[in-house]
């Protein structure tokens, strides 16, 4: 099993449109937990981070669920810009601090 | 500001050929990371180098070196390639191998092997 699974869509919203991506975790070790968005054929560049607390940043809220083992992102009053295709993932200590494990990503289509 | 420069961006390679791709980074981190990204399989850690000096095995090392040459450079060698081993490679930094910081990206090697 893959250590972080997502839903690899495509979801195609119209404009304005809210819409929500969730990802799952395997190992309950994992601590830290990003989403990342790459538009295409370029590289992956952070979106947030993800806390403990939830943390939202203007249209985007990203929220922990420790119990459930995963995360949410979600994109209010969508843009066209948003297109793009957004990755989960997660990293844990232990010996293996600070590998980065990516999910499949989830490909998001906005349309006018 | 060059962040984590890459090359080359395109190489086509036929079957037990070898090549290195090299990777720089001058934002002065510890930590570089090679991964690769297929269709349908998401991004895939090949090897890591938590500190200048180290280096430890990914999720997929198996038909790769590295060398961390020095704190600035990280270079990913196919000894003999595969077609298996067409993808793109992504070259990442962090300020250090730990669980917190944002990982930066360059812009990626697309490889195809013949």
């Known amino acids: 099993r893959k250590e972080v699974e997502q839903d690899p869509g495509p979801f195609n919203v119209p404009e304005g449109a809210t819409v929500a991506f969730n990802c799952t975790y395997s190992n309950s070790a994992s601590q830290s937990f990003f989403w990342y968005r790459q538009d295409c054929r370029k590289e992956p560049k952070l979106l947030m981070s993800v806390y403990s607390s939830g943390n939202e940043d203007g249209r985007f809220t990203a929220q922990l669920n420790r119990a459930s083992q995963y995360i949410s992102l979600l994109i209010r009053d969508s843009k066209l810009s948003d297109s793009a295709t957004y990755l989960c993932a997660a990293s844990r200590g232990g010996s293996t601090l600070g590998r980065l494990y990516f999910g499949r990503g989830t490909q998001l289509t906005v349309w006018p | 500001n060059a962040g984590v420069t890459q090359t080359p961006k395109f190489q086509v390679l036929k079957t037990g050929q070898s090549m290195t791709l090299q990777c720089a980074q001058d934002m002065n981190h510890n930590s570089m990371y090679w991964y690769r990204q297929d269709p349908g399989m998401g991004l895939r850690l090949i090897y890591y180098s938590a500190s200048e000096g180290t280096t430890d095995k990914g999720e997929v090392p198996n038909g790769y070196n590295v060398s961390r040459l020095n704190k600035r450079e990280f270079s990913l060698r196919l000894e003999s390639a595969a077609p298996s081993q067409t993808s793109v490679y992504f070259c990442?930094?962090?300020?250090?191998?730990?669980?917190?910081?944002?990982?930066?990206f360059g812009e990626g090697s697309r490889l195809t092997v013949l």
């Open positions: 990442a930094s962090r300020l250090q191998d730990l669980n917190t910081g944002e990982l930066f």
